[in-house]
Structure formats: C-alpha cells, structure tokens
C-alpha cells in the first residue's frame, strides 16, 4: 500500500516563506510525476505546481517566481518551497503522486492535505 505523508504547513505573516514536504512510501518501482495542489475554502481544488522524474517542471501562473518545486527520486519526496507568500495562498495543499508502479500496477495517490495560512 502506497502512501503519501505531507508535512511543513502552517501559519506564517503576508511575505515570509514555507517549505512544503511530501514522502510516498510502500514498495513503489518509480513515480511518474509529483505535484502539489491547492484547495481554498469554497473553491475547486487548482494545480499549483508539478515536476517530472525527468525533473521538467510546471507552475500556476499565480505562484511563478515565488514557488519552487524539487524531487528526490531515490526518496520519492518532493518539496514545494514557497517564498513571498500572499494571504491568496491561504489554502489547503495536497501533495500528488501521478502513475505510481508498484508490484500490483500503477495509480495515482494523494496526501491527506496540510493546512497553510497567510495572514495579512
């Protein structure tokens, strides 16, 4: 059973900085893409950012050049550093594991989701 734990969110003032922590464990072959997404309160769940096991990366148009996101393959973790943060970031992110492979085939998971707040 693959599972995605999520860490590094909370409370932090308009203009200072997170660093999101995501690590999927089970008996995983490789991870095809990882990513982050977001969920505000009445709102649909939006992509924030994704990256490649190839290391290509994707970002919204809201958080580029304030977000970064890396990976480490050999540890199937990736971290979303987050920088200059707005009170619009207030929200709740999911980590993703896109086209997991494992001994019994391949999915997609996600974390339970952890809670960041920007105050103004």
């Known amino acids: 059973q693959v599972q995605l734990v999520e860490s590094g969110g909370g409370l932090v003032q308009a203009g200072g900085s997170l660093r999101l922590f995501c690590a999927a464990s089970?008996?995983?072959?490789?991870?095809?893409?990882m990513g982050w997404y977001r969920q505000a309160p009445g709102k649909q769940r939006e992509l924030v950012a994704t990256?490649?096991?190839?290391?290509?990366?994707d970002y919204a148009n809201s958080v580029k050049g304030r977000f970064t996101i890396s990976r480490d393959n050999a540890k199937n973790t990736v971290y979303l550093q987050m920088n200059s943060l707005k009170p619009e970031d207030t929200a709740v992110y999911y980590c993703?594991?896109?086209?997991?492979?494992?001994?019994?085939?391949?999915?997609?998971?996600w974390g339970q989701g952890t809670q960041v707040t920007v105050s103004s």
């Open positions: 089970g008996s995983i072959f490789s991870i095809n893409a």
């Open positions: 990256i490649t096991r190839r290391g290509s990366t």
């Open positions: 993703n594991a896109d086209r997991v492979f494992t001994a019994t085939g391949v999915r997609d998971y």
